[in-house]
């Protein structure tokens, strides 16, 4: 744990030393601004940040990959993941700490929004419990694209392509329920499991569901395996 923790550091250093991920950061930030006070006005009588939940798995589908498309592209065309493996550490910890890196940025990230809810406490009586369901959900669903985008990042050493091939995966995955018609039985049941925003529709209203959250730690350690591979396979 003690290596792992080595390099989540590592990353974190490398992100907060990185105009890239302020200017990322800064966008994430400005569009859920937006979409808070948009959804906010169209529902001026409901105090609910319910609106706010739903169009997350759309925004983070832009903000995890850009986050993410340096993580081994970059490590690549430098030469420094070569010199990570002098290191004792093996490839699934260096992956693991890249993620974990990303999720503490992401939960700084989603600490910037609390001022949301907060406003909305002021007007009225503010269902809390709701609130925080819809944060552990956001964590999840942006632990899935996070994991997805380190994948996607780990299949090249071209940070655009990374973040071209982790944009398609993560909007594949929002709209997949859509692309399939409703008269297809079976196949558009299995179609919206796999779907990212069709968990995510009964987080948004504060309800988690347990398949929901088997279904994003499935995400999350399917895509951090294939990650995994995909490294070891590029060293030999």
Known sequence: ??????????????????????????????????????????????????????????????????????????????????????????????????FLATMVLLTVVFAMTLPYPYTLSLLGDLDWGAVAAGYVGLLLLGGAYNAIGLMASSFTRDQVVAILIGFTLCFFLYFLDQLVAPASGTVFQLAEYASTS??????????????????????????????????????R
């Open 1 to 98: 744990m003690h290596k792992i923790l080595l390099i989540t550091r590592r990353e974190l250093s490398r992100y907060f030393n990185s105009f890239i991920a302020y200017a990322v950061v800064v966008l994430f930030l400005v569009i859920a601004g937006a979409v808070f006070w948009t959804t906010y006005f169209d529902e001026i009588s409901v105090l609910s940040l319910q609106g706010f939940f739903e169009q997350a798995p759309l925004y983070l589908a832009f903000f995890a990959p850009a986050i993410t498309m340096a993580s081994f592209a970059e490590e690549r065309r430098a030469g420094t993941l070569e010199l990570m493996r002098t290191l004792p550490v093996s490839n699934a910890q260096i992956v693991v700490g890249k």
């Open 198 to 235: 069709f968990h995510f529709d009964s987080i948004a209203r504060g309800v988690i569901e347990v398949r929901s959250v088997v279904y994003y730690l499935s995400v999350i350690t399917v895509a951090l395996v294939i990650t995994t591979v995909v490294v070891d396979a590029s060293q």
